[in-house]
């Protein structure tokens, strides 16, 4: 039987009912209880927690009503599928909690900006190279590594670095973790919890609910043509600036040198430090890649970070972090007591895949990948749904947003894209106050779909949304 182990406060003005459903609901949002997984029966959970079978009921219902659980006749209650875009969003109404199992089977295109295509993916080098790290270190894997992450790999993600991205830093500056969330964790303890990070609006949401689950304070920065709004940033009160600058997510747009300069000269006068995620940084479609802002830092006041899941696959969660030199030397005397957070084996193998040219080459393929299929996106885009549309942020990364010429709201967008199959997703959560003015606009994600899927479900958005 799944355990459930609630602490029920029987004193409480709030019914144990109301208790018991949502402790339910928090383990289903932190993906402790999984989608399909079958609840206790009341009957068992009633004996289990010594409570009333109508107490139990009642938070079964409940968990019913909101569509976060389905009754099946003779089978049990079994979990939903909450979106993962939404999921985040704990203790607050869930905008679009999929329904029912059947509407997730009718979704024909998921146009999900986090999918890379998987089928390109070079599984027998990748499999070598496993095998090759497994025989040829065996025991030495059964012990913990340095907590920075393997010299070897951290060797290869600098040499890299400078080649690509114009990134300046040594190998014991590198510190890798499991995704950008972890390493946002650790940059909290490095920099001290009393710092105020400036975040961009509208900006990525899984970093600002991290410092702000971690009591960080954070106060948002509205974004121009240029990127974040270094004059706004100058009145704030912030020491922290987290910047997208290769790419702005969601926007799309790239920071030009002016507005770089000018961030830069707010950190030396602020005695403050940008973190720079290099969001989709290797995919950019219209003129020359632009170096990264760290290039350009000679004040040690640029935070790097950047990651493998575009670039590979989301499911290998290794990213990495390019510390200055002082925040480095904070990190080696005070924070090598946190162990690594990846796998030795899986960073042995990315070593390995990077050091014999496997990645460059299956880079090189998925931007000329990626190129196509954004062109048929915009030629579908400009074939079914022309003037009604305005297309933001082409040029670079994996995704678009779309402004729609309507009246409808941007929630019916979606769920009428949804009626026929389409999966789109919203703006809304990328802002602060979860809204903003002016036209809906929904976020269009190609990577993992193929040139066919692509436009057929453009035309479906377009029936969808009667715009014919």
Not at 291 to 306: E, K, S
Request: hydrophobic share 35%.
């Amino acid at each position: 039987m799944l355990e459930l182990t609630p602490i029920l406060q029987k004193d409480s003005r709030e019914p144990l009912y109301i208790q018991l459903a949502e402790f339910i609901k928090q383990e289903i949002m932190n993906k402790h209880i999984l989608p399909n997984e079958k609840l206790p029966s009341k009957r068992k959970l009633s004996t289990h927690l010594q409570l009333s079978l109508n107490t139990v009921q009642a938070a079964y219902d409940q968990l019913c009503a909101e569509g976060y659980v389905e009754s099946i006749p003779r089978k049990g209650l079994f979990v939903l599928n909450i979106d993962e875009e939404y999921s985040y969003q704990l203790g607050k109404e869930i905008p679009y909690v999929e329904k029912k199992k059947e509407q997730m089977k009718q979704v024909k295109m998921d146009f999900n900006s986090g999918k890379v295509d998987t089928k390109c993916f070079p599984y027998n080098n990748w499999r070598k190279l496993s095998m090759q790290s497994i025989y040829e270190d065996q025991n030495s894997w059964f012990t913990n590594g340095d907590p920075q992450g393997e010299l070897n790999l951290r060797e290869q993600i600098a040499k890299h670095l400078y080649e690509a991205r114009g990134v300046h830093c040594y190998p014991n500056q590198i510190v890798i973790g499991a995704g950008t969330q972890v390493l946002i964790g650790l940059l909290v303890l490095l920099l001290g919890r009393d710092k105020i990070f400036a975040l961009e609006n509208p900006g990525y949401h899984r970093i600002r609910v991290v410092l702000q689950d971690m009591g960080i304070s954070t106060i948002p920065i509205p974004i121009d043509e240029n990127g974040m709004d270094v004059s706004h940033l100058n009145k704030s009160k912030a020491n922290v600036a987290y910047v997208t600058p290769s790419h702005q997510f969601p926007y799309g747009m790239i920071m030009p040198i002016t507005r770089r300069f000018e961030l830069l000269n707010w950190a030396e006068r602020n005695n403050g430090f940008i973190i720079e995620d290099d969001y989709d940084g290797e995919y950019r479609y219209k003129g020359k890649p632009i170096p990264a802002l760290q290039g350009l830092d000679g004040n040690n006041r640029i935070i790097y970070l950047g990651t493998f899941s575009k670039s590979l696959i989301p499911s290998l969660r290794i990213s990495y972090a390019v510390l200055p030199e002082p925040l480095s030397s904070v990190y080696q005397n005070h924070f090598t007591v946190y162990k690594q957070t990846v796998s030795r084996m899986h960073q042995d193998t990315l070593y390995r895949f990077i050091k014999e040219g496997y990645w460059n080459s299956h880079l090189n393929k998925m931007r000329t990948l990626y190129r196509k299929k954004r062109q048929v996106l915009l030629q579908a885009i400009h074939r079914y749904l022309d003037r009604n549309v305005e297309v933001i942020g082409e040029n670079a990364g994996l995704h678009i947003v779309l402004e729609v010429k309507t009246d409808w709201s941007e929630a019916r967008l979606i769920e009428k894209a949804l009626d026929f199959g389409v999966k789109v997703y919203p703006m809304s959560p990328y802002y602060f106050q979860n809204n903003y003015p002016g036209n809906p606009k929904v976020i269009i994600g190609y990577g993992g779909l193929t040139e066919l899927e692509i436009e057929a479900g453009v035309e479906l958005l377009m029936k969808a949304w009667e715009l014919v």
